[in-house]
C-alpha cells in the first residue's frame, strides 16, 4: 500500500513529466530551453519515479522506470545508483556492480555510488575493496555527512570480525551525529557481545528514543535486559514481540528459550 508521501511525489513527478513531453513533442520550442535540457531531466524524474515504485515493493515498473531514464541519459550516475540498487534487491549481483562501476566511471567521487557500492562489497564480503570505496566516500571532502560511509564503514568492520575497528567507526560517527540509529544499534550490539550491558542499554535507550522498534530491535532489547537480570523488562519486549511481530524468527527464538 503506498504511504501518502510516496503518492505526493508520484503524482508530483508524473504532472513534471507530462510537460516536459509536451515540450519536447512541440519541437523544443520553449524559450530558455532545449530537448537535451529535457531529456536530462526526463530521465532524473523516471529515476525518482523508479526509486518511489521500489519503495513500494513494484520492482517491474521500477525496472522500467531506469531503462527509459537511461534511453533519455545513458550516462546518468544517479540512474546507474538506483539500477544497482534495484538489482541488489533482486539478488542480480553480476548486475548490481556492473551499475556500480558506470556509475563511477561516471563520476569516480560520486558520494552516493562510492558509499553504495562500499556497502554492496562488504555484503558481499569483499571486506578489503568495501572498506576501500567507504574511506573514499569519508575522506571526500565535499561529503555534507561522512557519517554515513562511517557508520557503513563500522558494519562492514564487523562484518569482518573486526570489532575494535569496527567500534572506532561509530565511535566517530556518533560523534559527528549523537542521533545516528545505525551506529548507535551497533553499538547497542557492539557492547553487548563485549559483555558490557549497562553501556548496551545506554546505547539501547537512545536508539528507541528516535527510532521505531522492530522484531531485530525488540529481540535486542530482550538480551540486553536478560543480561542485567531485568526480567520484568524481558517481559515487556516479549509481549511487543508477540503483539506486533508474532510471525517473526525473534519471537520464534524467544518462544524456543534462546535467551538462555
Known sequence: MLVPEVLRM???LLFVMALLLT????GGSREGSSREDDRLKLAEINTQLALAYMQDGDNELALQKLESALESNPKSVNTRNAMALLYNNLGE???????????LEFD?????????????????????EGQARLKQAID???????ENAMANAGTCAMQAG????????????????????????????????????????????RYVEISPQSPRTLWLGMRIEHALGNQDAVASHALQLKNRFPDSPEYGQYQRGELE
Open 10 to 12: 508520484r503524482a508530483a
Open 93 to 103: 549481483y553480476k548486475e548490481a556492480e556492473e551499475n556500480y562501476r558506470k556509475a
Open 23 to 26: 515540450a519536447c513533442q512541440s
Open 140 to 146: 571526500n571532502p565535499l561529503n555534507p555527512v561522512p
Open 162 to 205: 573486526d570489532a575494535i575497528k569496527a567500534e572506532d567507526f561509530f565511535r566517530a560517527a556518533l560523534q559527528r551525529s549523537p542521533r545516528l540509529s545505525p551506529a548507535l544499534l551497533s553499538m547497542a550490539q557492539l557492547s553487548l557481545d563485549q559483555q558490557n550491558p549497562l553501556q548496551a542499554r545506554a546505547y539501547y535507550q
Open 108 to 128: 569516480a567521487r560520486n558520494i552516493t555510488a562510492l558509499n553504495n557500492y562500499g556497502r554492496f562489497l562488504c555484503q558481499q564480503k569483499r571486506f578489503d
